[in-house]
């Protein structure tokens, strides 16, 4: 008899954490800002409001079937066929967001790392060992992810505290000096990266029971916010109008900062960046192939990640070979309507129809 | 002193004779766990049941056998040669028995001997015995069994008295302020050393017999109330199901403990001081002790446990914590500095600083081979000096050592084929591999694995070897407790005793078991 | 059969990472020359560099002793081509081995080439991921290849020294800090000229030295001139990076004091509108006494530290006027980013007056206010001078 895996509310924050902490800040050149670069400061915390906002929908739905995570409530709540529709949806939703995530680390490792080695060499072996992650299981994504989150945060305070004296206050000045155009485009930037919440949903039902959804998404949103501030507020400051064409301010900023001797710290960034990378895809092949082992294919698991991983790294090469599409599309209007529909329009629809079949199922009793 | 200690024996013996007279006999030996249960009653005849056993015992010089008549009856004691102390045999069996006058109204064989077992023969440890096995298996521990014409029982003595290593200290785990003793090879006083440091009747012991041909007894060590029903029974099940035709070390039967016995690393800890043992025990954790092993097994078992030493709980907390955080960084050290020193040199030398860049580009500039080649070849020369170091005498031992560390070393630098750096990289990891030897093996794989991933695919080769192992780490678990918990998953209660050691006032409250740490599905009956 | 599983998937993952080990590119430092200073000329429609690269081929020798007594070797490579990065490629035609740009100490930019391609020679090391953005940049008057190429007692002079010339600017304060961050943050914000370190060989009491000779002001990214020392800490005054140097008073009775800096702020405002745009620029600062040659006698009290006070702030507002002078005035070159403090303080303002900020730089009208505080005096509390006899 296999026990079910879980894991607790804080390391689920944690898992999320990593997601959307480390990639936000590569699409910020496709934003053209120049010189109002700190319009971006205003979006960040308008994105933190819009979130809750967004949340709503989801975080009643779990809340009205705790333990069930939002496929399961719709295969409860609509029945076999629309559920299975659904977890396909999720799945290719999740899937897509992994090939992002893997075409902008092939686009880091070619600008960065090592400029001369083929993208399908690099990518491989991040497929291999994310499916081996995948293979193992949430709980140990979930322990390793704690871990991982506390080295960024370290590595985050270390650079951070290296920059300080470096900092310009003055870069802060004058906001919205060229109208709303930036500001919006960087919440649209920031709205796209932030579809963790769609990630909470699907993990809902491996987190220990008792633990209220809204207070781990809020604990989760609150969190990345405020190192996300924070880190938006050093590349501005520190780096000005030239980190705005930058495509890793991140790495900028880690290359800036000096401690005696070491001349640059940007290794360290690597560290974490490449960290994070592994085990956000981990994290997002897992959920893809949960989501279809819902639907009763339990026996494929394997097959099922298998397949995703080649999948996965198939489209990371297109998107590698062709970086600004990548980019075009991450701070697209076009991109927020879809991530809209996942995360706002089908968790709407289930509820929907829940009141309703809660209407009608009241009524029926009532008139029996 | 040894007639002091019959003498005494005889009196201790007669005083729980006449305490527990009305209780009656020594209770009949059950058949033990593990074993055959094959079951022949002794016969009645003398003459038969020595043919039985001189016909099983036959081409075994060992097997001796003292013939004797006492009250007109034949009787005969066997043992194995150099098992049995024979001076105290002599005092407290041959020589009562050789003097024997039965009291008046003792007519049948039985009684007699019921007679002989109850009163007249003084030994601490004596035991019956009913079933031809059992005779084979006493004497074959050291026991003399007594056998009389008529009876179909035999009376089994606990005089052993062969030689066994004394009690030293040992020389695997030797710590600056816990004790000198070390477990020694014979199960009993193995025993004896737990069990006089934990003066608690809850601390259990159950023997089996594992090995087929061997038939070595194993015992099963916990504390009664700290100890979770649901994992011992898990061991128990475990044990029953060993099937091994010989077990001459607590490594064979190690693998069966274990939840994943393909990863390097072991879910099963061992260890040879019985006062870590003790320790381990009071967190309701389980141990067996192997006979003829000095080394015994403790589970469930978990990462953080390689970090912990007796010393750490003798000094105080701050030196203490001091030495814990040494340890982990030089875990962590052992296993990537080869690895980082590979990947920076040969791939991202930008990241160097200039000065060091330097020194290293001279040293490098010098030596025809490449850094990873280096690396390997210094490390395997290493590892060949020190597998030379195990198995010499002690005096050719410090030769080797000498030839190797210095002469290998230095004119290897001078004569231009290693840089000096990678020397001192050597050097740096073989002395952070000595701070946990319980980690040794996994940690010389593991170097092993990052210096050939450093030298294919430079800093991200070692990033994804980090990423693989930390997925193979959090995904083992030990008897259903994670084996990086109370790392991760976290606990900050359960953290007061991995990377600091806590004062003694916060360690003595609320006592953290090994089920429960942060993460552990066990179903807990106690709490 | 889960032993056939574990032989595939064993087989397979040593397979894949062996078969692919050849696909990273394994370089050995062996085979890499470090680049310690680079120069970047134009002539004849080509980039012209300059590579002083430290040669280990010649200093490292076998066996220990040698590793540890040996100077660098400077080795000189020339290379041309049509752009930055085709004039790197070139090297290689002449230098067996693959350059690292990690550990260049000093970039020299000739004059030549900043008098049109200034902007264009940043994207080269903005784009490449082994040059820091803390690294130094210099602009030579005259050609960088001869700053690269100067000969000390018949030794090449390594970047090493003119890095750390550069970072002594901390004593003098007469030439700026510019950093490759720096400027780059300029040229992106386009409302900040920038203002470089200049570099020239100079003869010093008969011998030619290279010196660190003042700032070189980029207008539009050409090189518009050069400031004297005296204007280059004008400029430091300005934007509040005075830290350290030395200033001479004059007293009106005789004698002359020379402080030391310890410290200094400034502080720019904005006032005024489109038409007459005002600038406050008050300057604080801290100075020691650190040498008193009179030979009047006189006794530093209080008052005297006033005066002295001054008498300094007075010489300060001068540096600043002619800062302003040369710069604003003479080149046109808004260096010391009034234009920024406008469109930050004042967006409003900006927006009228910020499209044709040349022409209206001139109508600035300049309040400056230099506030200087004498604080330690040393150990003698008079000026050592020959008392005369009491008579």
């Not at chain 1, 629309?82 to 075409?103: K, W």
């Not at chain 1, 949103?221 to 980190?243: D, K, P, Q, R």
């Not at chain 2, 606990?158 to 090879?185: C, H, W």
């Not at chain 2, 141990?287 to 003798?314: C, E, H, K, R, S």
């Amino acid at each position: 008899m296999e026990k079910k895996s879980y894991i607790s509310a804080y390391q689920a924050v944690m898992l999320l954490f990593v997601g959307r902490i480390m990639f936000s800040s590569s699409y910020q050149a496709a934003i053209q800002a120049e010189n109002s670069f700190q319009d971006l400061l205003i979006s960040v915390v308008i994105t933190f409001i819009l979130n809750f906002i967004v949340a709503i929908p989801i975080l009643s739905l779990l809340k009205r079937y705790p333990q069930n995570d939002i496929i399961e409530g719709g295969i409860n709540i609509s029945g076999r066929g629309f559920g299975s529709f659904l977890a396909i949806l999720y799945s290719l939703f999740f899937i897509f967001n992994a090939t992002v995530i893997a075409g902008n680390f092939e686009n880091f490792f070619t600008a960065t790392i090592v400029p001369e080695v083929k993208a399908y060499f690099s990518g491989l072996l991040l497929i291999i060992v994310c499916l081996y992650g995948a293979v193992k299981g949430i709980e140990s994504i979930a322990r390793f992810g704690s871990v991982v989150a506390v080295i960024y945060i370290l590595t985050f305070i270390l650079i951070v505290s290296c920059l300080i004296q470096r900092i310009d206050w003055n870069e802060l000045r004058p906001l919205l000096y060229n109208g709303p155009g930036i500001m919006l485009r960087g919440v649209i930037m920031n709205y796209n990266m932030s579809i963790q919440i769609v990630a909470l949903g699907i993990l809902m039902s491996n987190i220990v029971p008792g633990k209220s959804p809204f207070k781990t998404f809020a604990a989760w949103n609150i969190l990345s916010t405020v190192i996300f501030f924070i880190l938006e507020l050093m590349i501005i400051t520190v780096t000005g109008a030239y980190g705005a064409s930058d495509i890793y301010p991140v790495r900028l900023l880690a290359s800036i900062a000096q401690i005696s001797v070491f001349e640059r710290l940007d290794i360290l960034d690597m560290i974490a960046w490449v960290l994070n990378i592994i085990l956000t895809l981990t994290l997002y092949i897992y959920l893809a192939v949960a989501c279809l082992l819902k639907i009763g294919l339990n026996k494929h698991r394997r097959l099922l990640i298998f397949v995703s991983g080649v999948i996965v790294l198939l489209g990371s090469l297109y998107f590698s070979s062709d970086f600004p599409i990548l980019q075009s599309i991450m701070v697209s209007g076009y991109y927020s309507l879809i991530n809209t529909i996942f995360i706002v329009i089908i968790p709407l629809v289930l509820l929907i129809i829940d009141t309703v079949k809660g209407k009608v199922l009241q009524n029926a009793n009532k008139n029996a | 002193m040894v007639i002091s200690v019959a003498v005494s024996a005889k009196s201790i013996l007669k005083y729980f004779a006449s305490k527990f007279s009305e209780i009656g006999t020594v209770k009949k030996s059950s058949p033990e766990a593990g074993s055959a249960t094959e079951y022949t009653q002794l016969k009645r005849s003398l003459l038969d049941n020595m043919t039985y056993l001189q016909g099983e015992f036959d081409g075994c010089a060992d097997f001796v056998s003292k013939e004797l008549t006492t009250c007109n009856r034949k009787a005969i004691i066997i043992s194995i040669d150099n098992m049995v102390d024979k001076l105290t045999l002599t005092q407290s069996v041959l020589t009562p028995l050789s003097k024997a006058e039965p009291p008046m109204g003792l007519m049948t064989d039985d009684d007699i001997f019921n007679w002989f077992r109850d009163s007249l023969l003084s030994s601490a440890d004596e035991k019956e015995v009913f079933s031809f096995e059992e005779v084979e298996s006493h004497i074959m521990s050291g026991y003399a069994v007594f056998l009389m014409d008529g009876v179909n029982r035999g009376l089994a003595f606990g005089l052993q008295g062969f030689k066994y290593r004394s009690i030293d200290e040992p020389n695997q785990e030797t710590a600056l302020r816990g004790s000198r003793e070390g477990f020694v090879e014979p199960l009993r006083i193995n025993m004896m050393l737990v069990r006089r440091r934990i003066k608690n009747p809850n601390l259990k012991f159950e023997i089996y017999k594992v090995g087929n041909e061997s038939k070595t007894e194993i015992c099963l060590t916990y504390i009664n109330g700290v100890v979770e029903e649901e994992i011992l029974n898990e061991v128990r099940h475990r044990i029953k199901t060993i099937n091994i035709d010989t077990v001459f070390a607590s490594g064979y039967i190690q693998k069966n403990f274990q939840d994943c016995p393909y990863s390097i690393f072991s879910t099963v800890g061992t260890t040879e001081r019985p006062d870590t043992f003790c320790g381990r025990i009071n967190e309701g954790r389980i141990g067996i002790i192997v006979d003829n092993t000095p080394l015994a097994l403790t589970m469930p078992f978990l990462f953080i446990d390689n970090f912990q030493n007796i010393d750490d709980y003798a000094v105080g907390p701050y030196y203490a914590t001091f030495t814990r955080i040494l340890k982990y960084l030089a875990f962590f050290t052992s296993i990537l500095v080869p690895g980082l020193y590979v990947a920076i040199g040969s791939f991202h030398q930008a990241y160097i600083p200039s000065q060091l860049l330097y020194t290293l580009a001279q040293a490098e500039e010098a030596t025809p081979f490449p850094l990873v080649f280096e690396a390997l070849l210094m490390q395997i020369v290493y590892e060949m000096v020190r597998e030379a170091g195990l198995r010499l005498p002690k005096q050719i031992g410090f030769a080797i050592n000498i030839v190797g560390a210095l002469i290998i070393g230095e004119s290897a630098v001078s004569a231009g084929l290693i840089g000096a750096p990678m020397v001192i990289i050597v050097a740096i990891t073989a002395t952070t591999t000595l701070i946990i030897p319980t980690l040794y093996e996994s940690g010389v794989v593991l170097r092993f694995v990052f210096i050939i991933l450093a030298g294919m695919a430079g800093m991200y080769g070692i990033i994804l070897g980090i990423a693989f192992l930390g997925f193979h780490l959090t995904s083992i678990k030990s008897y259903e407790v994670p084996y990086t918990a109370p790392i991760s998953p976290f606990n900050a209660r359960a953290m007061r005793d991995v990377v600091v050691r806590a004062p003694w006032t916060i360690l003595s409250k609320r006592k953290i078991a090994a089920q429960d740490m942060p993460g552990s599905n066990v179903d807990k009956t106690q709490s | 059969m889960p032993n056939l599983k574990r032989i595939c998937a064993l087989a397979f993952a040593l397979i894949i990472p062996l078969s692919f080990s050849g696909c990273m590119p394994y370089q050995e430092l062996k085979e890499e020359s470090i680049v310690e200073g680079m120069g970047i000329d134009y002539g004849k429609n080509a980039y012209s560099v300059t590579f002083q690269i430290n040669d280990m081929q010649q200093s490292g020798g076998s066996g220990k002793e040698d590793q540890k007594n040996n100077k660098p070797q400077i080795k000189i490579v020339q290379s041309t081509g049509a752009s930055l990065f085709e004039a790197v490629r070139n090297a290689n035609l002449q230098n067996g081995r693959k350059l690292l740009f990690s550990n260049i100490r000093a970039f020299v930019l000739g004059e030549e080439v900043c008098k049109d391609h200034f902007a264009e020679l940043l994207d080269f090391m903005s784009r490449n991921d082994q040059i820091e953005p803390t690294e130094k940049i210099l602009i030579a008057k005259g050609k960088a290849a001869d700053i690269l190429t100067f000969q000390e007692n018949d030794e090449i002079l390594p970047a090493v020294n003119i890095e750390q010339m550069a970072k002594r600017y901390i004593e003098t304060s007469k030439i700026p800090n510019s950093e490759l961050l720096d400027v780059l943050k300029c040229v992106a914000s386009g409302m900040v000229d920038p203002a470089v370190t200049a570099i020239s060989i100079e003869n010093v009491s008969g011998m030619d030295t290279l010196m660190v000779s003042g700032t070189a002001v980029i207008h539009k990214n050409k090189l518009a001139g050069f400031l004297d020392h005296e204007q280059s800490r004008g400029f430091m005054w300005i934007t509040g990076r005075v830290r350290g140097g030395t200033i001479q008073s004059k007293l009106p009775k005789g004698g002359t004091v020379t402080t030391e800096i310890v410290d200094s702020q400034s502080k720019i405002t904005v006032g005024g509108d489109e038409k007459a745009p005002i600038i406050n620029i008050s300057v604080k600062n801290k100075t020691n006494i650190t040498e008193f040659s009179s030979t009047v006698g006189y006794v530093i009290d209080s008052d005297f530290l006033d005066q002295l006070g001054d008498i300094q702030a007075k010489e300060v507002k001068a540096e600043i006027e002619k800062a302003i002078q040369q710069a604003l005035y003479n080149y046109g070159a808004d260096i010391f980013g009034f234009g920024q403090r406008i469109y930050r303080d004042k967006p409003e303002l900006w927006r009228k007056i910020g499209k044709d900020w040349d022409k209206n730089l001139n109508n600035i009208q300049f309040r400056i206010s230099v506030q200087s505080d004498v604080d330690h005096i040393g150990l003698t509390n008079q000026p050592t001078h020959s008392a005369k006899p009491s008579s």
